[in-house]
């Protein structure tokens, strides 16, 4: 249950469901995570809410399309990883066909190998727009 | 004057893809205003009705916004308007709220933030129909009650959809419009906090089952596949090119007929002279040469607007995001660049979706290499005078094949003008992507007529006013001075317009252009479809007979040489020549130096490619 714990939703596989274990946060204080944050939470991103990885896109499955409540949004590994989550279906769905698995195997991280915490990759959101 | 009579104010606030701009449609019908809020160029959609018991209302279609705490310029005006701040647009007496009834967990959380400012309100839930074939139960008088606010149920695309929402609005009298307040942005606290509420409200007043996705999911698992997806695309892609030629051909055959019949009738009631001359090769033959591409505008207006409608084009964007990443775009400029073959002026006017100032930046730079519509005339023309209307494989129209390896070499250099932006403007970290993949729908066909409409109607009134202008200008240039009674060529050669055509020859004929095309293009800086109907009045005025006024692309195939026409499509790809863009740069980008260093690199390039496309015709043809 821990080691799942720490996995980020762009860690999820296809077809993979998921629920929100730590909602994005502005531990890191800058403005523009902040505002990334922020965004996610009002989207839908809140703790204990189910999400779902619906696609990815190729290479590295980078971006992601993610279902969470009724909508689908697509997200770029950068803002996938701000978001926590514990799987709930541990494999990938059923219908998806076994030589798609391996293929999204070999372009996805494997879980163990990425520590969401220790990837340090930020978006860089710009400041509010400035020449409106 | 009592309050009565004064239309009072009201907004639309929804999230994007709520249905708020179909149910503005239904509301107004065709009275509608577009323009553009003070100093800053978000489209500002306003329009009016009436009440069967005589209110008059005014309705403002303000940008979609997930949230007040505005993430990008669109936002940023709802906000302002809301909150009453922006200059110069009086705050709205009445806010009808419109939220996607099938999706109230992600819209309701913008109505409870809007609800704070204040200002009377009405929620109207939009999709209802979509909603109870879903079997979703929505308790009105238990949402009413939670909310604090009425709530209506609309269904923005059926004709008396919104008969509820008007009832509601008759018996509405907003108080005083509260006062211009500020807006403290909240914490994430305060948000969560807020998507509690949301989630007991909903467990309190609506009972949903859960989400059948699978028809959505199976679609997307196609649609969305790395390699299915981006055949898909490419293959929508290319049919909306074949069908802009193919499906148009019979309306332009009746157009043409009927600018050629005008023609002729002119020409045979009116006495020969000037007034002849004027009608006849000014105004039927150059207004008569742009208004034949009308069925071919709206057929690629027709395309973009139905799958900006049914949903695809934000999975467009989720497929290209990495490929256009690699030259530093994002996956959202996708949309922009996708209006930018309708027109640069929308497209550009729609990069300010793109919340990176960079990327935005970029986007604004290469709208203009996206072929728009107004080229579509040139390209036509040439291609219908120089290529063979032939089929190739059994099923592809050799003409159709041409135009779209015209629009694949503005894509590919736009690219290649993204990629090196990227390296003069340095970026940092990876850019949020953050898009919505709304779920599928059929286009509606109302909003599709209403969208062409609205198009047909732009490009008409650009045919009848600035082009007409000019045609008549050019036509005087082109006609005056008259040719000295012992001169052996066409009249025209010895005119003003022959005099700067034969200046500029000097600078174009390394190009293969001949002074004809150099005359055209100089009208053609205004707009670019312009250089059709300005070949039409020079060789109509250049030709010995009457009757030339429909036969320009013959004429051009015996006039010019293979390699001259290559040359000429080469310069269009780039074609520097529209000063509305330019104009637009310079105001959405706030400075001289943008718009100067796209025309000036749009012509090196233009001239650069003609260049080379006419030196390796001529040796390939062996002229």
Known sequence: ?132 | MSSATLALRLALLGNPNCGKTALFNLLTGSRQKVANYPGVTVDRKEGQFTTPSGKHFRVLDLPGAYSLNAASADEQITREVVLGTLAGEERPDLIVCVSDATNLKLNLRLVLEVRRLGLPMVLALNMTDLAKKRGIEIDLPALQRELGMPVVETVAVQRGGASALIARLEAALPAERPPATGWPSPDIAEVSATQREVRRILAASVREPALDTRVDERIDRVVLHPVWGMLILAATLFLMFQAVFSWASLPMEWIKAAVGALGSLLGERLPDGILRSLLVDGVVAGVGSVLIFLPQILILFFFILALEDSGYLPRAAFLLDRLMGKVGLSGRSFIPLLSSFACAIPGILAARTVANWRDRLATIMIAPLMTCSARLPVYALIIGAFIPDTTVAGVFNLQGLVLFFLYVVGVVSALAVAGVLKLTLSRGAQHPLLLELPAYRWPHARNLMIGLLERARIFVTRVGSIILALMVILWFLSSFPAPPADASGPAIQYSYAGMLGRALEVVFAPIGFNWQISIALVPGMAAREVAVGALGTVYALSAAGNDVSEQLAPMLAADWSLATAYALLAWYVYSPQCLSTLAVVRRETNSWRYPLLMAGYLFALAYAAAFVTYRVALLVTGG
């Open chain 1, 1 to 132: 249950m821990t080691a799942n714990d720490s996995l980020s939703l762009f860690d999820l596989r296809i077809g993979q469901e998921g629920k929100v274990s730590r909602a994005p946060t502005t531990d890191s204080g800058s403005a523009a995570d902040r505002e990334l944050a922020l965004r996610l939470v009002e989207i839908g991103f809140i703790d204990g809410e189910r999400v779902r990885v619906v696609a990815r896109a190729h290479p590295d499955g980078d971006p992601i399309a993610v279902r969470v409540g009724n909508t689908m949004f697509a997200l770029r590994r950068c803002e996938a990883e701000q978001v926590l989550v514990a799987p709930l279906t541990s494999d990938i769905d059923a219908r998806q066909p076994e030589r798609m698995r391996a293929a999204i195997a070999a372009a996805a991280p494997s879980p163990a190998n990425v520590n969401p915490s220790a990837t340090g990759r930020r978006c860089a959101v710009p400041a509010r727009e400035r020449r409106a």
